[in-house]
């Protein structure tokens, strides 16, 4: 969909969406860490995990599924190695305090990693990445959500587990390389997108009860459901399957607690994991190779784009002229105003 219409200031947005979680009961680092990392999903053209995501988190904040205070507890800490209960707090504050910490560390530890049991949802994971790469260091961050069962194993029609996306940043000379990829064809939020606008999906990413291929996202709120085929779909789909796997092992089992438990409510399973380059390779001898590569695939092809170089770009128009959003995402908004009295 190519989105047209009025432009909204990022720094707008992220007081206003602040302040809908402050009235909602976060205090306030929790709600401009939050708002602040849900417009940088739309900045970088994330749309659907962006502030499309306010309203379902407010509503989350209301029933109690997410916590609204507290702080995570340390379940291990061996300095370079840490292990959070979330307890369902704010998944995007969670995330980059955990960030932080990491960033604390990497000085004395070359490799620090962070895993998170029962955080609530963390939105986009790019969202994260550019602050930490231009920084020369390399981030990897990853979750699974062990409620969700909406991609079928290879070979079955039968939901097992979640799209499970896998986000790194990687310095370069210039801009990083930022990567956000799923484990499966598509993502929960952009079905659901296509099915609100009553479209088709771009292709046919999900298999039917039956086995056989649709692009009906209607057929994913059926019973029984269409589900995701992993990424590579009925060619290539053992590929993504074994690296669905690969992230369940390095959030909800790493975490120790995951979908054996099998919980009832939203959360995520969270691995973050900051590298220092510095004390491998070195810093400089990093970024040689890392430049070498992305000029030799840009020079392969004008056709050739960097994971992540659309979404940077993107990202430094928007900040200057303002932010378009969908439609769907101007209505929620709206209705926040109106309900907590805040102007928009």
Not at 209 to 231: C, E, R, V
Not at 296 to 317: F, I, K, T
Request: glycine letters at 8%.
């Amino acid at each position: 969909m190519t989105l047209s219409g009025s432009r909204f200031s990022a720094e707008k947005l992220i007081n206003f969406a602040a302040s809908i979680l402050e009235i909602a009961g976060l205090d306030y680092e929790k709600s401009k860490v939050t708002a602040e990392i849900l417009v940088e999903a739309d900045l970088l053209g994330h749309t659907t995990h962006g502030l499309q995501f306010l309203p379902a988190y407010i509503k989350a904040l209301e029933d109690g599924t997410m916590l609204k205070t507290g702080e995570p507890e340390v379940l291990k800490d061996s300095q370079s190695v840490i292990l959070w209960n979330g307890n369902y707090l704010p998944g995007p504050w969670l995330v980059q305090k955990a960030i932080d910490l990491a960033l604390s560390r990497i000085a004395e530890h070359p490799v620090v990693t962070v895993v998170i049991q029962k955080s609530h949802h963390i939105a986009c994971l790019a969202a994260y990445l550019q602050k930490v790469a231009e920084k020369g260091l390399m981030i990897i961050v990853s979750c699974s959500d062990p409620i969700n069962r909406t991609v079928a194993p290879f070979g079955s029609t039968k939901g097992v587990y979640s799209p499970n996306p896998l986000a790194a940043g990687i310095p370069t000379e210039g801009k990083p390389i930022l990567i956000d990829v799923s484990m499966s064809a598509t993502a929960n939020a952009s079905i659901k997108r296509s099915n609100d606008e009553n479209k088709k999906l771009p292709h046919p990413w999900l298999l039917d009860n039956a086995g056989g291929l649709t692009d009906d996202p209607a057929t994913f709120y059926k019973d029984p459901p269409s589900t995701i085929l992993p990424l590579g779909g009925l060619d290539l789909g053992y590929k993504g399957f074994a690296l669905g796997i690969l992230i369940e092992a390095l959030t909800g089992a790493l975490g120790g607690y995951g979908r054996a438990e099998q919980p009832s409510v939203w959360t995520a399973s969270v691995f973050i994991q900051v590298i220092n380059p510095a004390a491998f390779g070195g810093t400089d001898a990093f970024i040689r190779q890392t430049q070498y590569l992305k000029d030799e695939c840009l020079n392969a092809s004008e056709q050739v784009r960097m994971p992540g170089e659309r979404a940077l770009a993107l990202r430094e128009e928007q900040k200057e002229i303002g932010i378009v959003l969908y439609p769907d995402v101007v209505k929620g908004l709206e209705d926040l105003a109106e309900k907590y009295s805040v102007a928009f």
